[in-house]
């Protein structure tokens, strides 16, 4: 069993920025597909972006393309989410998961674990 933990949420105004971390402490993340999702009020879990086991291949979701970045430090066991330019629609609980599959695509229902997520509110 692998407990992933998110930090990083939080209140912040249209066009600022925040950077979600997600850690799994006493276990090797490196080994893992990293995704993030997220899920507003009312509306599904979506995709948002992944990294690959080494962090040389990444992809988002169209909604967050050119402002959010994802990457990972293999040595300090953390991935990161950096969020730029924010907008209101990106308010939601955001969820980091791992995956076991080295597939260039892993759909949603084949992350092994999931952390609790951490909750972004952008404001106008």
């Known amino acids: 069993q692998v407990q992933l933990v998110e930090s990083g949420g939080g209140l912040v105004q249209v066009g600022g920025s925040l950077r979600l971390s997600c850690a799994a402490p006493?276990?090797?993340?490196?080994?893992?597909?990293i995704g993030w999702f997220r899920q507003s009020p009312g509306k599904d879990r979506e995709f948002v972006a992944r990294i690959r086991r080494s962090g040389d291949s990444t992809y988002y979701a169209d909604s967050v393309k050119d402002r959010f970045t994802i990457s990972r430090d293999n040595v300090k066991n953390t991935v990161y989410l950096e969020m730029n330019n924010l907008k209101p629609e990106d308010t939601a609980v955001y969820y980091c998961?791992?995956?076991?599959?080295?597939?260039?695509?892993?759909?949603?229902?084949?992350?092994?674990?999931w952390g609790p997520g951490t909750q972004v509110n952008v404001s106008l």
């Open positions: 998961a791992a995956s076991v599959s080295a597939a260039a695509w892993v759909p949603q229902a084949s992350y092994n674990y």
């Open positions: 006493g276990r090797t993340l490196s080994i893992y597909t």
